[in-house]
T-cell receptor
Framework: KAGVTQTPRYLIKTRGQQVTLSCSPI?????VSWYQQTPGQGLQFLFE???????NKGNFPGRFSGRQFSNSRSEMNVSTLELGDSALYLC????????????FGQGTRLTVV | GESVGLHLPTLSVQEGDNSIINCAYS??????FIWYKQESGKGPQFIID?????DKRQGQRVTVLLNKTVKHLSLQIAATQPGDSAVYFC??????????????FGGGTRLMVKP
């Protein structure tokens, strides 16, 4: 069974640009959550999607957005990139999303220069 | 647990010894907890979970203990091996409007296994 797949693995962008990251969950999983990991702030929750609807949202500015498609694949978008957005962006999938095992992908390493 | 930023607490153990990694969680309403292992350059790897109606759960070489009274979680690794070297995170699930996963992570503990 394939795990959670995130693309691309690495990305370098310039301040002010926008970026789209992709996540394919484990087959049969309908919940996809996104997290940002930085050395200073650790792992922080961005948002969660379930059945194409954003169900939960963390404390991030509106520049961070996402969506989920009917096949449960999810994308997150960051607009007007800032240097502080440099981080490892992780996607986690789970079957139902509520108190069930959440499995992470390898992440996308975003560097903003 | 609280984030400790760049300075992760480190636990150094001898190969073959048992390891105990501790975590204090923040919300007494949390009812689901997960331990993750993260190796350099990789995403967090699920190790074991526990629900709040339990106080102990065992897996292969790992045991998680939950003390709700003091909001404390621990991960015990038996016969620690070099391959166990990694950063370990505890995560609590805080139900959001009674639905969904919004995991809140502790700052992590670095486990170093000496051969």
């Amino acid at each position: 069974k394939a795990g959670v797949t995130q693309t691309p693995r690495y990305l370098i962008k310039t301040r002010g640009q926008q970026v789209t990251l992709s996540c394919s969950p484990i087959s049969g999983h309908r919940s996809v959550s996104w997290y940002q990991q930085t050395p200073g702030q650790g792992l922080q929750f961005l948002f969660e999607y379930f059945s194409e609807t954003q169900r939960n949202k963390g404390n991030f500015p509106g520049r961070f957005s996402g969506r989920q498609f009917s096949n449960s694949r999810s994308e997150m978008n960051v607009s007007t990139l800032e240097l502080g957005d440099s981080a490892l962006y992780l996607c986690a999938s789970s079957r139902q999303g509520m108190n069930t095992e959440a499995f992470f992908g390898q992440g996308t390493r975003l560097t903003v220069v | 647990g609280e984030s400790v930023g760049l300075h992760l607490p480190t636990l150094s153990v001898q190969e073959g010894d048992n390891s105990i990694i501790n975590c204090a969680y923040s919300n007494s309403a949390s009812d689901y907890f997960i331990w993750y292992k993260q190796e350099s350059g990789k995403g967090p790897q699920f190790i074991i979970d526990i629900r709040s109606n339990m106080d102990k759960r065992q897996g292969q070489r790992v045991t998680v203990l939950l003390n709700k009274t003091v909001k404390h979680l621990s991960l015990q690794i038996a016969a620690t091996q070099p391959g166990d070297s990694a950063v370990y995170f505890c995560a609590e699930n805080i139900l959001f409007n009674n639905a969904g996963n919004m995991l809140t992570f502790g700052g992590g503990t670095r486990l170093m296994v000496k051969p």
